[in-house]
């Protein structure tokens, strides 16, 4: 007998790790120290994503996996192009469970900002983990967006006020139409 999962919805996002490793020299020694590895291809990730994909399988009802965000407003960068590929995986992947569903959350912010009013901010990668850390409101976030010409984010990769906005509508409107959700609702 198949044991029940234990949860109704797990949400599998991931970051822009794999892909920032290459864009900062110093981010590959901040992840040795911290001893998190990456994949290196896309057959390497396709496997770690399968494996987890097939972890939680066991252990949830649905689950839906989303496409990595962004390193960076402009989507045309080749950081960018390179983090399209691995949502195209992550959707294909997606398909071969029937109980995934996928959010293209790339696709729905270049649709609101699109790259011709972008901006490439990049700074170090000290200074991204002391925003991702420190700014912690949402006047922060907007500051910090503000000042350095961003739209939806705080540093080209960790959202502010409006990105986090966007992002919840669309979990919101797509857990919504979910058949669980559905039945659980009075």
């Known amino acids: 007998m198949k044991p029940q999962p234990l949860y109704e919805l797990s949400i599998l996002w991931v970051g822009v790790n794999d892909i920032y490793v290459h864009v ?64 195209h995986l992550i959707q294909h992947v997606s398909r071969d469970y029937e109980t995934c569903s996928y959010i293209d959350i790339r696709k729905k912010i270049q649709t609101k900002f ?34 350095r010409g961003l739209h939806f984010t705080i540093d080209g990769i960790h959202l502010n006020q409006v990105g986090a906005q966007i992002v919840a509508e669309l979990f919101y409107n797509h857990i919504k139409n979910l058949p ?6 009075p």
């Open 24 to 87: 900062s020299p110093t981010f590959p020694l901040v992840k040795r120290l911290c001893r998190q590895s990456w994949s290196t291809n896309h057959d390497e990730f396709q496997d770690y994503y399968k494996k987890t994909l097939d972890l939680l399988t066991h252990h949830s009802k649905h689950i839906i996996t989303v496409s990595p965000l962004c390193i960076g407003e402009d989507f045309t960068n080749p950081w960018n192009k390179e983090l399209d590929h691995l949502a």
């Open 114 to 147: 699109p790259t011709e009013n972008s901006s490439f901010y990049q700074h170090s990668v000290l200074s991204t983990i002391h925003d991702a850390l420190c700014v912690t409101t949402p006047k922060q976030s907007e500051d910090k967006a503000q000042q």
């Open 180 to 185: 669980f959700f559905k039945e659980v609702r």
